[in-house]
């Protein structure tokens, strides 16, 4: 991109041209022009000369792409920046190869008092088991260490971690030598996550949300709550983002609510709901996701933490208190009790209402036709994470591994979702999975089970427009007059318009679609590069010259 003006100052006003502008106001947009944080017009080329002397600066797109920005509606932000800083196994290929990088780690970080570490996946490695603890203290030389699954649901650590927490054996979920889980888990968390400094924190949360902003993620919802984080933690990082230039936060605090002076508690850190991770149940990785029939490779249905009644109550005093609820709910015995709750509140207090507050659902991944028309007919936002599927989705995949390939099959039904009219937001659940929108789009259009798919244009729409949508705002995500003016600037290919139907060519570039297009995103081709991203019309991030 070219560019000629006066130095930058704050809500200049500035004309985009000479590239392609994805904006339902016109399939074939090639300028736009952003005032005081907003877009002013988006149009045609020829349009734009009337604009080019009145405006403070004019960039030459020079053919790229401008798109709205991403939101990425599930993020753990500091968890995600010690990932990015520190010791991350998610690409360990081995057992062995993980131990290799904890010692190295180690090594490198003498004066840290807890060794902290994210993203070991047992089910990906030729051993198929989790390392030992004996074999983790050797690599980590006797010092204090935890290390999360990847799910985050459960964790191994040292014996040193474990000398730090008084009556942890006593705790449900300790097991002697397999990941702890559930009060266990949350101890040692908490013990591991008090060690770190306000600075190292700070530093970690810059991190994450300067990656953010380098893959065109313009707003990131913190999903927080006391069994993840703590406040200081969610405090600071509002504060943080408050501050400096960077995409835009949303918080949520999980943590119950009962009646109003406990939701003005909520409000009063910064949360605009009660929502986010607040547990009905575990994960699928860690053997935790609440199930109505047995796990296939365990003999249990996993762990529920809220009942009917309890996600009733919660609904109904956030309701009642203008605050949005929410759950996370992945296995089918979770989403029953999160839908029979909300039902349970609806007569309590009226289904008009409850739709109204646009509650939410976190992964919402082993739906049935049942407790999908609830969710259209409640109003719920399922707030989903495609790149679940790309990792654990597939006749041999984790999820295959834990239900049996027919189960697994069911799960993340997201064509089944939109034809039922519930609205969807797509997330990372970072660091879980990477920051990576587009690839989650892809993921979606490309969904390991055919029947789950959905189309690249829904899939965007999802991860742009549905994030504002889940926060309770109709009027963003979209770049036309009068919305804010987060928007991406993307070096891509030729721009295709998806067929809507697989009985003719799957992707198009006829313009007489009258279709906004998108990158190709077909498996294998390249994905779009981040040029530069922009908040409420200031730059957060731009990619060096090359």
């Given amino acids: 991109m070219s560019k000629s003006a006066a130095p930058q100052s704050e809500h200049r006003t500035v004309l985009l041209r000479g590239g392609e502008v994805h904006s339902p106001a016109d399939p074939f947009a090639t300028a736009m022009v952003v005032e005081r944080g ?9 349009a734009a000369d009337a604009f080019a002397g009145g405006v403070d600066e004019v960039i030459d797109l020079e053919g790229a792409l401008v798109t709205p920005a991403f939101t990425d509606a ?33 090594a490198a970080h003498p004066g840290d008092k807890v060794l902290l570490g994210h993203g070991w996946d047992a089910s990906r490695w030729p051993e198929r088991r989790r390392p030992s603890r004996a074999e983790l203290d050797e690599a980590a030389g006797g010092r204090p260490l935890y290390l999360p699954r990847i799910d985050v649901h459960s964790a191994v650590v040292t014996t040193a971690l ?54 065109g993620i313009g707003s990131v919802h913190e999903c927080a709550g006391p069994d993840i984080s703590d406040e200081d933690d969610f405090t600071s990082l509002l504060a943080l983002a408050g501050a400096e230039p960077g995409p835009r936060v949303v918080g949520y605090w999980a943590e119950q609510v009962a009646g109003a002076k406990d939701a003005q508690r909520i409000r009063e850190l910064g949360a605009i709901g009660a929502a986010g991770d607040l547990f009905v149940d575990g994960s699928l990785g860690s053997h ?30 956030c309701t009642e208190a203008g605050l949005q609820a929410g759950f996370h709910a992945i296995g089918d015995a ?14 309590m207090i009226g289904l008009a209402r409850v739709r109204a507050a646009r509650h939410r659902v976190e992964h919402a991944e082993m739906l049935t036709p049942e407790t999908i028309a609830a969710m259209a007919e409640f109003g719920l936002t399922a707030s989903v994470q495609p790149a679940f599927d790309a990792a654990w989705g597939g006749d041999s995949g984790m999820y295959a591994q834990r239900l049996g390939v027919e189960r697994a099959r069911t799960l993340n039904p997201y064509a089944a979702l939109l034809r039922a009219g ?16 587009w ?51 993307w070096r891509t290919e030729e721009l295709v318009v998806q067929a809507p139907d697989d009985r003719v060519a799957r992707w198009s570039t006829d313009p007489r679609s009258g279709t906004p297009g998108l990158p190709d995103l077909s498996p294998g081709a390249e994905l779009p590069i981040c040029l530069r991203t922009v908040v409420f019309g200031q730059i957060v991030f731009e990619r060096p010259s090359e």
């Fill in 439 to 489: 690839g989650a789009v892809r993921a979606a259009a490309f969904h390991r089970t055919p029947e789950h798919r959905i189309s690249a244009r829904a899939a965007f729409t999802a991860h742009t427009r549905g994030g504002w949508r889940a926060v309770g705002r109709d009027d963003a995500g979209v770049l036309v007059p009068g919305a804010p003016a987060d928007y991406a600037v």
């Fill in 74 to 106: 599930h993020v753990h932000t500091t968890a995600t920046g010690l990932a990015l800083t520190g010791l991350d196994l998610s690409g360990a290929r081995t057992l062995a190869e993980a131990l290799g990088l904890v010692r190295e780690h180690s």
């Fill in 38 to 46: 907003h877009v002013a017009w988006v149009g045609s080329e020829g």
């Fill in 334 to 347: 979770a989403l029953t009790a999160v839908v029979d709750g909300v039902r349970d509140a609806a007569d």
């Fill in 288 to 317: 935790t996701a609440c199930l109505h029939a047995p796990y296939d490779d365990a003999p249990h249905t996993g762990a529920a933490h809220l009942d009917t009644a309890a996600v009733a109550a919660h609904v109904a005093a």
């Fill in 422 to 437: 519930v609205p969807l937001a797509f997330g990372s659940d970072s660091p879980v999975t990477p920051l990576d929108p």
């Fill in 162 to 215: 474990l000398d730090l927490v008084p009556g942890v054996s006593a705790m449900t979920g300790y097991h002697p030598d397999a990941p702890l889980t559930a009060a266990a888990h949350h101890a040692v968390r908490s013990a591991a996550h008090g060690a770190i400094t306000p600075a190292h924190r700070a530093a970690a949360q810059r991190a994450a949300l300067a990656r953010a902003a380098s893959v």
